[in-house]
């Protein structure tokens, strides 16, 4: 099996058994802040993240051979597929051009949500711009779950933008521009 391959299965593994989805139907539960730094450092294991919050939302950065930002759209929207919204972790460039999806969690019907990804759905975001990322073409059996996760995530790059904007590298180091977003480092 390939590396990347058993690399997904083990971070799905371990996100199953942490599954933040509460007790009632169609709803996905909070993701502190800890849980959330610590799916981020799983993502991108070997890169040094800066965590921070701002009035939108939580947002993540890294540096790779560029600015490189990592959201997760249940900060930004909540679509409903089938039953309920999906989590999902969305790694971006500056310009908002997807870079990778990552599934994090579900309240939809865990069928569909297989279905969904046993099809490979997630990796058709690669290289898409956020109004691309709503035409992506459904699973069969699971349009609602497919059109719900296109939508979560072209509202969570769309509304993440003055974020992105206002986190910029400065001498090779991340600093955060003038803003009105009360953009701070994530507390703990």
Known sequence: MPRAT?????LLLCLVMALPVSGRRGRLADISNQYYRLLCSRLHPDKELTHFAGSLGRISAF?????????????YAKPRGYRGPSNLAVTLR???TVVHVDY?????????VKRVLDAGFLQHFRGRKAEETETIAAV???????????????????????LRQALVLIG???AIE???LDLRPLPD
């Open 6 to 10: 058993v690399g997904s299965l083990l």
């Open 63 to 75: 540096q790779d051979k560029e600015l490189r930002f990592v959201i997760f759209t249940a900060d």
């Open 94 to 96: 500056a310009d908002g």
């Open 104 to 112: 994090v969690a579900s309240a939809d019907t865990p069928r569909w």
């Open 140 to 162: 069969t059996g699971a349009t609602r779950t497919c059109t719900a996760m296109g939508r979560s995530v072209a509202q969570a790059v769309a509304k993440s933008a003055p």
């Open 172 to 174: 090779g180091r991340l």
């Open 178 to 180: 003038e803003n009105d």
